[in-house]
Structures are given as structure tokens and as C-alpha cells.
């Protein structure tokens, strides 16, 4: 059974193991450290290593690569998220699986220095995208377990702070290397330790689950990919508005192509390049990610920061669509860097706020970062054909108008106190969710 929510609070009340500044820190050397294995190599590292194997056939392998990867980034998330939940490890439900994801994903990265062909990048990168989106399930449910719901806008921008210092750390650490074992080596050491790091700061008592729960079975683990919109309407929205304004943010990962392709930059070099953008882009996404938090926090209001991140996005891109010079490129970029900073920074605190259950937070919250996922499949999926049809201003002008869809759409939700509101998407409580799927 689900119920409305019809009060400003949320249903939920954590009780936090860990303290707030350590489980902060916990949060965000974790996510850094996933994120540096990750988006290191979409950025940079995967399109030199399909270059240096598949030479001129580099861009339609990396489209093949990073697909298949988020294909099966899309599938671990919720059951990652579903088995989480349920583990009853003395080492707890979430270290344990922030331990092993940092651990078997860090030797998977390494791996990838030793590749010479394409199939073995696709085998590995679906390892490392798996065992990644453990630790980041298991990492992304303490903002449900342990923060206090007052607290969530600031921790939240945190969380988006992460995002991008995962990159830049990662393209930092690698550009000046020339290497591939060097370059991947470099990455799988600090994921593993930032990893290892979480893991010490993070305080997490063993789980009991309730009495009635059932054990996992395999119709519960499938139930893991879906949570019927109609049942929870606000939780549905919720979910559309971050995939189509993360289709927007894909963007960043042809920035060595669209660089080699528009203004003639060599392989060699595009990753100093790929390094500058990422600073201009990561300096002003920080400043938002941290100010922004709080800031929603003390107004009580989320809609208007994720309606902005919306609109400042899409003139981005379609800037940089268009830029005649790589001057105009760095402004774009920039620009881009503080509406995603905008949008990470509330978006996490306002998908929290429509989950339907405590007790599967991390299945529910893994649903949600399924709309992280799939844009990683759909705009490769849809690259080719735009870039054929127009090149790299016709890809950047519909991932423009995708995000203002979603920041529009985000009108549908009920702001902070507006829960229980007929006028917007009902916040709804699953009644029976300890005993039962969602």
C-alpha cells in the first residue's frame, strides 16, 4: 500500500552512526574516488587507448564501448542498491560493498593497460562499471540513511562537488603521462585508496533486517530495475528531470573528439586541453556545489536553482555548438560547469525527498541513479546520427533543448512544505515496504 505524503517533513527520520563532517568526508573520498576510475577514462583515457588500437575506427569503438559499459552500469546500480540493503555483514550493509567495489574495481582499471583489442577495453570496461556502481550504491544511500533532512542540500553539495573533482583529479593525475600502464596505474591507485579511506572514516552498525522481511529472490531482485510511477508519481517526475538534464551534462564526454575534430588538435594534445576545460568547468561547478546547498537549505526551495541549471545548460551548448574559436569553447564550458554545479547540488537532496521507503533506500535511490546511467547509452547511442546529420552543432543543440525539457518538467514536483499539495505529484509511502518490493 502507498499513502500521500501530506506533511513538510520528510517520513523518514535517519539516525545518523556516523558523525555529519566524517560521514561528509566518507561520502565524498568515496564518490571521488569512483569517479576518478570512471570519468577519467570517458573523458580521456578510453578514447587515447581506442585511438592507439583502433585507429580512424576510434570514434564508432568508443560509442560501442561506452554503451555496452552503461548497459551494464544501468543493471548493477539497483542491484547493487537491492543486495545493499539487505546485507547483514558485521562489517555493515554499506562499508562492505564500498570496500569491495573500490578493490575489485581498482584492479579492473589496471587492467587496461595491457589491452589490444577492442573487445577486451568493452570486457573490462563492463567489469569496472559494475563493480563501481557498487561502491557509489552502496555510498549514494547514507544521504537516506544518516543525513538528517535539514541537512541534505548541504551534503548534497557535497556529493556534486564530487563529480567534479573525480574528473579533474583523475585527468590532473594522467595528463603529464604518456604511458598507458603509468596513466592506468595512476588512476587504479587513487581510486583504491580514496576508497580505503571511506571505509576508515565512515562509522556503519550492522544491519538487522526486519522479521517479517522476506529474502532475496529472484522476482525481487528483477522488482530491483522498477518502482511504478504511477504508484509513486513524485518519485516518477523526480526521475525524468535528472535524465534528461544529465543527457544535457553527457556532453562533456566528446570534448577530446569535438576539440580534435572542430579546431584540428592532435591526440597527442588534446589532453592538456581536455585538462584546461575540465578546470574552467570544475572551478566554478565547486563554488555552485557548495554555496548552493546550503543555500536551498536555508530558503527551503529547490525547483528554481534545478530550473536555472536547466536554461544556463542549454545556452551552453548551444554556444559551444556553434563556437568559431576555443576561446568561445572555454566560456561554453565554463558556463556549462556552474549549471551542472547547480543542478548536482539540489538534485540529490530533491530525490531523497521522493523516496518511498527507508528500509530500501538503496534499491529506490539506485532507480534513481539509473537516470545517471542510461544517458551514458543514449547519447552515444544518438551521437552518430546527429553527428552525421549535422556534426557537432546539431549534437549540442538537441542535448539543449533535452535539458530544457527536464527543467521544465521539474514543475511537477512539489517544492519543500508544498508536499501533499493536489496541484503537484503526490510524495507517496509505501506502508508495507520492509515486507515487500516496490
Given amino acids: 500500500m502507498t499513502t ?27 564518490n571521488v574516488g569512483a569517479l576518478i576510475a570512471l570519468l577519467t577514462p570517458l573523458q580521456l583515457l578510453l578514447t587515447l587507448q581506442t585511438t592507439r588500437i583502433a585507429g580512424a575506427d576510434a570514434a564508432a569503438a568508443f560509442g560501442f564501448i561506452t554503451g555496452i559499459g552503461a548497459l551494464f552500469a544501468l543493471i548493477a546500480n539497483p542491484l547493487a542498491g537491492r543486495i545493499s540493503d539487505r546485507t547483514a555483514a558485521r562489517f555493515g550493509r554499506r562499508r562492505t560493498w ?11 582499471v589496471f587492467a587496461f593497460a595491457f589491452t589490444t583489442e577492442i573487445w577486451q577495453v568493452a570486457l573490462i570496461w563492463c567489469l569496472t562499471q559494475t563493480l563501481f556502481n557498487f561502491q557509489q550504491a552502496a555510498t549514494n544511500a547514507l544521504l537516506a540513511d544518516q543525513v538528517p533532512t535539514h541537512r541534505r542540500g548541504t551534503v548534497s553539495g557535497f556529493v556534486g562537488l564530487a563529480g567534479a573533482v573525480g574528473p579533474l583529479a583523475g585527468i590532473a593525475a594522467v ?8 596513466q592506468w596505474g595512476t588512476v587504479a591507485a587513487i581510486s583504491i ?12 552498525p550492522q544491519h538487522t533486517p526486519a522479521a517479517d522481511q522476506a529474502g532475496l529472490n529472484l522476482k525481487q531482485l528483477l522488482l530491483s530495475f522498477w518502482l511504478n510511477p504511477r504508484k509513486h508519481p513524485a518519485f516518477g517526475w523526480a526521475w525524468l528531470v535528472r535524465f534528461l538534464l544529465t543527457c544535457a551534462y553527457a556532453s562533456g564526454t566528446y570534448n577530446a573528439f569535438f576539440l580534435m575534430d572542430r579546431f584540428g588538435i592532435s591526440p597527442e594534445a588534446v589532453g592538456g ?12 561547478l565547486a563554488v555552485t556545489s557548495v554555496v548552493a546547498g546550503p543555500i536551498s537549505d536555508r530558503v527551503r526551495r529547490q525547483k528554481p536553482f534545478v530550473i536555472a541549471a536547466g536554461i544556463l545548460a542549454a545556452a ?55 537516470a545517471n546511467t542510461l544517458p551514458q547509452s543514449f547519447v552515444p547511442f544518438v551521437a552518430p546520427l546527429l553527428l552525421g546529420l549535422g556534426g557537432f552543432s546539431a549534437l549540442y543543440v538537441t542535448l539543449a533543448v533535452i535539458g530544457i525539457v527536464g527543467a521544465l518538467l521539474v514543475l511537477r514536483l512539489p517544492e519543500i512544505g508544498r508536499e501533499g499539495d493536489p496541484r503537484w505529484a503526490l510524495i507517496t509511502r509505501d506502508t508495507a515496504a520492509a515486507s515487500q518490493p516496490s
Fill in 316 to 370: 551552453a551548448l548551444v554556444l559551444q555548438g556553434f563556437a568559431p574559436t576555443i576561446e568561445v569553447v572555454y566560456l561554453a564550458v565554463a558556463i556549462l560547469g556552474f549549471a551542472t554545479g547547480l543542478f548536482f547540488s539540489i538534485d540529490s537532496a530533491m530525490c531523497v525527498r521522493m523516496l518511498p521507503s527507508a528500509e530500501n533506500a538503496g534499491k529506490d535511490f539506485a532507480i534513481i541513479n539509473m
Fill in 193 to 204: 585508496v580514496l576508497g580505503i579511506v571511506a571505509v576508515f572514516l565512515l562509522k556503519d
Fill in 175 to 182: 595528463s603529464s603521462l604518456t604511458d598507458p600502464i603509468a
Fill in 98 to 108: 564500498i570496500l569491495t567495489g573500490a578493490i575489485g574495481g581498482s584492479l579492473a
Fill in 4 to 30: 500521500p505524503l501530506d506533511t513538510a517533513v520528510d517520513a523518514t527520520t535517519p539516525r545518523p552512526a556516523t558523525r555529519l563532517p566524517r560521514l561528509i568526508a566518507a561520502m565524498f573520498s568515496s
Fill in 273 to 284: 586541453n581536455v585538462l584546461v576545460l575540465s578546470l574552467i568547468s570544475v572551478g566554478l
